[in-house]
């Protein structure tokens, strides 16, 4: 597509539910990358997808949190037994191989409320 | 592993006044270095960019930044803001053998009539 998109672009939902998260990045981009950014805070890195290569998973911040990208399309980022600290706009990027030289392009982001 | 402080988390200006927003960077490599700007509800966009070269790259709305090695810098600056230019304001940086980003906290730009 023209953009990186995600959905739902809103969810609000109880303490202790999974939610499911999905990015469909630009067509030809071979890297994905899942940031969060909390209330007032900048963006914290979550994970990143290039090609089939193994992801990096360094930013996950716990085991509740898992995601997945099937080949150089869709990616879900999945928590389970969300908690209120979970609350955040979650946000994907995608970038050409070369993101040195061309930055990453963004989402609009799925802003997560866990009640 | 690299790392990026934006100093400031909000800068108030009144328009038509010049702003600066500084952001400090550490790597023992080479870095690339960007500038995004996310305006309210909306969703990050890059502003302007360094990869090499000149020192000084500059932007379509007036924006302008410098590299500086010496002082680990890449400052933001605009001679004269505008209300549209309200705005968040994320440094991030990339070392020349990844692709990953590494983004400061974020600078709230807020513009005053």
């Known amino acids: 597509g023209a953009g990186v998109s995600q959905s739902p672009s809103n969810k609000v939902t109880e303490k202790g539910k999974d939610v499911e998260l999905r990015c469909d990045p630009i067509?030809?981009?071979?890297?994905l990358y899942w940031y969060r950014q909390r209330l007032g805070q900048g963006l914290e890195f979550l994970i990143y997808f290039q090609g089939n290569s193994a992801p990096d998973k360094s930013g996950l911040p716990s085991d509740r949190f898992s995601a997945e990208r099937t080949g150089e399309s869709v990616s879900t980022l999945t928590i389970q037994r969300t908690q209120q600290e979970d609350s955040a706009v979650y946000l994907c990027?995608?970038?050409?191989?070369?993101?040195?030289?061309?930055?990453?392009?963004f989402g609009s982001g799925t802003r997560l409320t866990v009640v | 592993a690299q790392s990026v402080t934006q100093l400031d988390s909000q800068v108030p200006v009144f328009e038509e006044a010049p702003v600066e927003l500084r952001c400090n960077y550490s790597s023992s490599v080479s870095v690339y270095l960007f500038w995004y700007v996310q305006y309210p509800n909306q969703g990050l966009q890059l502003l302007l960019k360094?990869?090499?070269?000149?020192?000084l790259v500059e932007s379509i709305n007036g924006f302008e930044a410098e590299f500086n090695k010496s002082q680990t810098s890449f400052h933001l600056r605009k001679p004269s803001v505008h209300i549209s230019d309200t705005a968040e304001y994320f440094c991030a940086v990339t070392i020349n053998a990844g692709n990953m980003l590494t983004f400061g906290g974020g600078t709230r730009l807020m513009v005053k009539p």
């Open positions: 360094y990869l090499s070269g000149s020192t």
């Open positions: 067509s030809g981009h071979t890297a």
């Open positions: 990027a995608s970038s050409l191989d070369t993101a040195t030289f061309y930055g990453y392009t």
